[in-house]
């Protein structure tokens, strides 16, 4: 690498408070807000663990609510770790979409938080999950992992 060269790097990987578990088809879970005030990154990236149960085929769609500079959150999101009445989730974006296997634990991702913004982090998100599997997902709250890893920009001396 030379001087002045200017690279990607990530931050520890940070665990998102959301409680999937036990979340019935067609039904909805918000996480509580990320603040990016203070760290400034460019870009999250989002990976989620979750488990479904037999018939849970489909997927498990992710938004990302957001606001800017107050708490005034995109479909009415509340900030906190909160069941979601996935109805009202008309205006937040689209993340992506995790496939489901029945019983089988799946990991997908790494999502680009940006990506969804059009490429540019507002200063507070979180995430909305709804699912959309086909069956409730799993009972056990340690069968659901949420973690973002922050991107920044670093200059080789």
């Not at 507002?122 to 659901?144: C, E, M, Q, R, Y």
Request: charged share 10%.
């Amino acid at each position: 690498m030379a001087a002045g060269d200017i690279k990607n790097a990530y931050a520890p990987k940070a665990t998102v408070t959301i409680s999937p578990a036990s979340v019935t088809n067609g039904s909805a879970r918000e996480s509580t807000v990320i603040s990016n005030t203070s760290n400034l990154y460019r870009d999250y990236l989002l990976r989620v663990v979750a488990k479904g149960q037999a018939s849970g085929t489909s997927v498990i769609n992710i938004y990302a609510y957001a606001a800017l500079g107050d708490t005034t959150y995109t479909d009415g999101a509340t900030g906190s770790d909160a069941a979601f009445t996935a109805a009202n989730r008309l205006n937040s974006v689209f993340v992506g979409a995790v496939q489901m296997n029945q019983t089988t634990s799946v990991t997908a991702g790494p999502f680009s938080v940006a990506a969804a913004f059009g490429g540019t982090l507002p200063d507070k998100f979180g995430f909305i999950a709804v699912n959309n599997s086909g069956a409730t997902l799993s009972t056990t709250a340690g069968d659901h992992v949420w973690e973002v890893e922050g991107v920044y920009q670093t200059v080789a001396q």
